[in-house]
């Protein structure tokens, strides 16, 4: 374990970091806030002083638009219909709510949004009966695709009066693509005749209301499960946990409006001269406010969701762990979606008491046992025990998958491709770092502090790897371009400040989980966890120089965060 000092000294120089270059970019939104509002059109605060809001992140601006105008009205009478049918015909209870999704959709979409959804999941339940894995995944690809189509998109933008709701139905139909997608698969795989396989069923499931516009993604299975297996909670704690999660909610939704009333990074992003001309500490600034503001927003986006499901009695997805925390391509996959990743590569989380998740998602999220059984896209096409072709070939498809399904853009592909990269470099190092001679070597000629040291140093390569492969999802790939040219082409000062800007969040993580109070306070407030990872080359080189010389000469190291051999026996 690292000394006490060391550690604390992590902490406040991370915080430091943050806060800083959090600052820089204050002074840049309000030193070009004129310029900025001519040309981006920033909205009249009033929450914060007076200050403006920058309404150029599209998917916050649209879904707190749809949240004003009916959403919260029909997830909240979800809520009082569950909690009703629950008394009195719990045994009914998943017809009942599937009928008040349709009849949701139907005000919220309309009658055609409705009907095109509805022939959806009837064409999936259709092709599904040949029980056919193939023929499943071609009709759920052709569907996707239809919603690309451009005739069919001027056939349905002529459904609606606004773009906002045509928006809403495509966000819709893509997202219950995963859903009949999962039955259609399930049903495929059934070995014996199963009466929760049938379409009333595959309806219910399809229309449940909390996860029906954004998800996240819950399974088939896992539906089926907890919708028989229910735990009765009464409606004193049901409130209260609502209460209590609401209040929580409402702080991650504060901090999202502070950040955008503060910090125009997204318009920042919008204005390429501006974000080319910006300091090296504006720029780290920009790429940590950008991936934070990310993960805010989907605290709220699925924290929404997430609390409706825990009162009907079901267990979602746990919600996406801070980007602060993150140090590795797979790590980001295994735990920002946590649903879209268990779609892909693995079965959902094991399952627990409702009311023991009710208590538990107020104090705080953990992570829950995987199992391996349902796996569609990874494992189907090849998986990890079939040769390195087929794992290469697999995880190329997975990635593949994923950029057609957020909608097939030019950027997403880049990005698809970075994130396939990044994560073949890593497994390929952890490959090369288990062979026994390296394993030897780095337990014998370096110490457990030394081995923490150097595998945040090396972590802090991908890390900066992740945070521009995130940028360039989150920005296009013309912010990728420009942050890609100031820190690896132009260089400059940021050869020196970039590895401490953008490498700040190098894998510090778990370090300071036993400080459960400094845990929450850090969380709440949305600044990073460090963790026992994260440290800067230059720190390890001139604290064990000496060692590290005399170490060198007698074997050659090769590194990789996440290896066995190098995972400590203690915390704080």
């Known amino acids: 374990m690292l000394p006490r000092w060391e550690l604390s000294f992590y902490l406040f120089a991370s915080l430091g970091f943050h806060l800083y270059s959090f600052y820089e970019v204050y002074k840049v939104s309000r030193e070009h806030e004129e310029e900025l509002d001519r040309q981006f059109d920033l909205e009249a605060g009033t929450l914060f002083g007076g200050f403006k809001k920058d309404p150029n992140d599209f998917e916050w601006s649209f879904w707190m638009e749809w949240g004003k105008q009916q959403l919260v009205r029909f997830l909240l009478g979800h809520m009082a219909v569950s909690q009703v049918a629950g008394v009195l015909a719990r045994k009914h209870r998943p017809w009942i709510l599937g009928a008040y999704g349709m009849w949701a959709s139907w005000c919220v979409l309309g009658a055609q949004g409705t009907a095109i959804i509805f022939l959806h999941t009837l064409i999936s339940f259709c092709v599904a009966q040949f029980q056919s894995q193939l023929l499943s995944w071609l009709c759920s690809l052709f569907l996707l695709t239809t919603l690309r189509l451009q005739d069919v998109e001027e056939v349905k933008r002529g459904w609606y009066q606004t773009e906002n709701e045509y928006y ?26 199963n009466s929760f396989y049938s379409f009333p069923w595959l309806v219910a499931y399809v229309f449940y209301y909390p996860v029906f516009h954004n998800g996240p993604i819950l399974s088939f299975p896992e539906f089926i499960t907890q919708m028989q297996q229910q735990e009765y909670c009464s409606l004193k704690s049901s409130l209260s946990a609502f209460a209590l999660g609401l209040g929580r909610l409402l702080c991650y939704w504060w901090l999202a409006e502070l950040m955008v009333h503060l910090m125009y990074m997204h318009a920042i992003y919008s204005s390429a001269p501006l974000l080319r001309a ?23 986006l699925f924290g929404v969701p997430a609390l409706l499901m825990r009162l009907d009695g079901l267990t979602p997805p746990p919600l996406p762990r801070c980007v602060s925390t993150m140090f590795s391509f797979t790590g980001m ?9 268990d779609f892909l590569i693995r079965c959902p989380f094991a399952q627990t008491s409702a009311c023991a998740w009710l208590r538990e998602w107020i104090i705080w999220e953990t992570d829950s046992e995987m199992s391996s059984e349902c796996r569609y ?24 998958f994923v950029s057609f399904w957020h909608g097939g853009h030019d950027y997403l592909w880049y990005w698809a491709a970075l994130n396939w990269l990044g994560v073949v470099a890593e497994n390929t190092v952890q490959r090369l770092v288990q062979t026994p001679c390296i394993q030897d070597s780095l337990i014998h000629f370096l110490s457990p502090q030394a081995r923490r ?19 360039v999802f989150l920005g296009g790939s013309q912010v990728g371009k420009i942050y890609w040219n100031r820190i690896f082409i132009q260089g400059g000062d940021l050869r020196v400040h970039g590895p401490r800007v953008l490498a700040l969040r190098h894998a510090l993580c778990r370090q300071f989980r036993a400080w459960n109070l400094l845990r ?30 005399n170490n060198l000469k007698k074997s050659f190291l090769v590194f990789l965060p996440n290896h066995p051999s190098l995972q400590y026996t203690a915390e704080v």
Request: charged share 10%; hydrophobic share 50%; aromatic share 16%.
């Open 377 to 400: 896209v990874y494992i189907p096409v090849g998986g990890s025990q079939h040769g390195l072709l087929r794992t290469l070939f697999a995880t190329a498809v997975t990635f593949a």
């Open 333 to 341: 996959w295994r735990y920002f979606d946590v649903g879209l990743h």
């Open 520 to 549: 929450i306070l850090c969380f709440c407030l949305s600044l990073p966890l460090p963790c026992s990872r994260s440290v800067s080359l230059f720190l390890s080189l001139s604290l064990y120089q000496k060692q590290i010389k």
């Open 278 to 300: 910006v300091s090296c500490w504006t720029l780290g600034g920009l790429a940590l406010a950008q991936v934070i503001f990310f993960y805010l927003k989907y605290l709220v």
């Open 453 to 471: 040291r150097f595998h945040a140093a090396f972590a802090s390569c991908s890390t900066s790897m992740l945070i521009l492969s995130n940028l």
């Open 168 to 193: 809403l139905l495509q966000f819709t139909l893509t997202v219950r693509c995963l859903y009949y997608t999962s039955f259609s698969l399930e049903f495929c795989w059934q070995e014996t005749e």
